[in-house]
C-alpha cells in the first residue's frame, strides 16, 4: 500500500482515538503587516499539504490501477478482496470545494466479486478524521480501506459495511468466508461446516450454540444449544426472526454471535431492552438459576405485564408475541418450582 501501513489503515477506520492535541502557540508579530504575513504562510502551507495530499491519491490509483478503475461517468470503481465499490468522484470534489456542507462521506456503491449490477446495494462507510488532516488525505485512508476491504471490514465502526456484504453473500461460502471463520475463531471459537450448513461457537458456563443458514424458507437462522456434557443439539429456534420479537440483539449474523456468545451469562442481568423476552424465556426453560431469578425479579413483580413489555425503539410487543410470553412464563414457574 502506498503511504499508508495497515496498522496506520486499520486505525482510520477504529473507534479508538489519541487525546487530542493542544495546537501549537504562534508568536505574532506587534505589527499588522506581520500577522498578515504570518496567517498567509500558514493558508499558503495548508494549500500545499492539501496539493501533496492530492498527489498521494493519484499516486494510489496509479500504483493500483489495475484495482482502481474510472468508469464512463468519472466515478472510481474499486476492487476490493471482497466486492467491488464505486465512488461518485465528483459529489467528494464538490464537498471538498466548499467544505461546510461536508459532514461525511456519501454511501459507496457495493457491487458482488461476480461484477457490477444494476441496483446494488450501498453502504455507509465512514473514516476518523484526525486534526489537521487534508481531506484528500483522509479521502486516501477512504480508498485504501476498500480497496484492502478484508482488513477493514471487521473492525467496529464499519457496521453498516458488514451487514451489506452479509446481505449480498449471507453467510455460505464467498469471499467473506476466510476472513469472517478467522475472525470468529478467534473470537469465540467459532467454526463453520457447510456441509450443514452451521456455525457453531462457544457459549458461557459450558454452553455451546449452533446456528444453521442453510433453510431456504426461512428469513432468519434456526438455533440449538448444548449444555455442558451434552453431546446433542437441543433446537430452540427453526426461524429466530420469525420465532422472537425482532430484538436488536439478535438481528444480524454479528449480533447474534456476539449476544449469544455472551449468553446464558449476560441474561442474569439483562432487561428487556437488552435481550429478546421470547430468548431469554427460552433459556431459562433449561437453565434453573436463570428461571429463578426471572421469578423473583420480573414474574412474581406486582406491575409485571407481559403485554406492556417495550423491547425495541419503544415498541411494545405485539398481541402474538405477547401470547408466546405468557406461554413461557408459566413454563418458567414451574421450572423455577420444580
Given amino acids: 500500500m502506498l503511504g499508508m501501513s495497515v496498522d496506520s489503515l486499520a486505525a482510520l477506520f477504529s473507534d479508538m482515538c489519541d487525546e487530542d492535541v493542544p495546537l501549537e502557540d504562534l508568536m505574532y508579530p506587534e505589527d499588522q503587516s506581520g500577522r498578515r504575513a504570518v496567517l498567509l504562510r500558514h493558508m ?10 492530492a498527489e498521494l491519491v493519484m499516486g494510489i490509483m496509479e500504483k493500483n490501477q489495475h484495482r482502481m478503475k474510472l468508469d464512463e461517468n468519472g466515478k472510481l470503481v474499486i476492487v476490493g478482496h471482497l466486492a467491488y465499490y464505486r465512488i461518485d468522484m465528483f459529489a467528494f470534489l ?29 453502504a455507509c462507510v465512514q473514516v476518523r478524521d484526525q486534526d489537521d488532516m487534508p481531506a484528500y488525505d483522509l479521502f486516501a485512508g477512504y480508498i485504501l480501506g476498500l480497496l484492502n476491504d478484508n482488513v477493514t471490514w471487521l473492525t467496529e465502526s464499519l457496521e453498516p459495511l458488514r451487514n451489506t456484504l452479509i446481505r449480498i453473500y449471507g453467510v455460505t461460502p464467498s469471499p467473506l468466508t476466510e476472513s469472517l471463520a478467522a475472525h470468529f475463531g478467534a473470537k469465540v ?15 458461557t458456563n459450558g454452553w455451546k450454540w449452533k446456528l444453521g443458514f442453510g433453510h431456504p424458507l426461512t428469513r432468519g437462522f434456526s438455533i440449538a444449544y448444548q449444555k455442558p456434557r451434552q453431546t446433542w443439539w437441543n433446537p430452540m429456534f427453526d426461524d429466530h426472526l420469525q420465532e422472537t420479537t425482532g430484538h436488536y440483539s439478535l438481528c ?13 451469562a449476560i441474561l442474569k442481568t439483562a432487561n428487556d431492552w ?14 434453573p438459576p436463570l428461571a429463578k431469578l426471572l421469578m423473583e425479579t420480573v414474574l412474581d413483580a406486582e406491575e409485571y405485564d407481559p403485554y406492556e413489555i417495550y423491547t425495541f425503539y419503544d415498541e411494545r410487543v405485539n398481541e402474538d ?18
Fill in 189 to 203: 471459537g467459532g467454526e463453520f461446516d457447510f456441509s450443514d450448513d452451521s456455525f457453531t461457537f462457544e457459549g
Fill in 274 to 287: 437488552q435481550t429478546d423476552p421470547i430468548f431469554v424465556r427460552k433459556v431459562a426453560l433449561d437453565y
Fill in 44 to 53: 499558503l502551507e495548508k494549500a500545499k499539504s492539501v496539493e501533496r495530499a
Fill in 321 to 338: 408475541e405477547a401470547r408466546t410470553i405468557v406461554e413461557l412464563d408459566e413454563q418458567v414457574r414451574r421450572r423455577a418450582h420444580a
Fill in 252 to 264: 444480524g449474523f454479528f449480533e447474534v454471535v456476539e449476544h449469544l456468545a455472551a449468553s446464558p
Fill in 94 to 122: 464538490k464537498k471538498f470545494v466548499n467544505p461546510f456542507t461536508y459532514t461525511s462521506f456519501d454511501v459507496v456503491e457495493v457491487h458482488p466479486k461476480s461484477g457490477l449490477v444494476p441496483k446494488p446495494e450501498t
